[in-house]
């Protein structure tokens, strides 16, 4: 029996960097554009990374991640909340 993929933690993103994204948006840049700048292929990826409620913290989410928050000015020690040892 192969093992399966591995299994990567679901973290919460900081809702700062989000509001930080509705802002820009608001201020004229497109969410196609924020996208692929940040290396999200599809703009639908990018929404949904966004708006789920917990992220999967792959390697290459935690990536573009760090990209959105180095385009926005967004800390990038920030993008999740911190983690609550009771949960």
């Given at each position: 029996m192969r093992p399966g993929p591995p299994a990567y933690p679901r973290r919460k993103l900081n809702p700062?960097?989000?509001?930080?994204v509705r802002d820009e948006m608001l201020n004229g840049k497109r969410a196609w554009l924020l996208?692929?700048?940040?290396?999200?292929?599809?703009?639908?990826?990018?929404?949904s990374i966004l708006h789920a409620p917990r992220v999967p913290a792959t390697p290459l989410?935690?990536?573009?991640?760090?990209?959105?928050?180095?385009?926005?000015?967004f800390p990038v020690d920030a993008i999740f909340l911190p983690e609550d040892p009771q949960a």
């Open positions: 700062e960097l989000r509001a930080r996208s692929q700048l940040a290396g999200f292929p599809q703009s639908c990826d990018f929404s989410i935690v990536e573009r991640l760090q990209r959105l928050a180095d385009i926005l000015g």
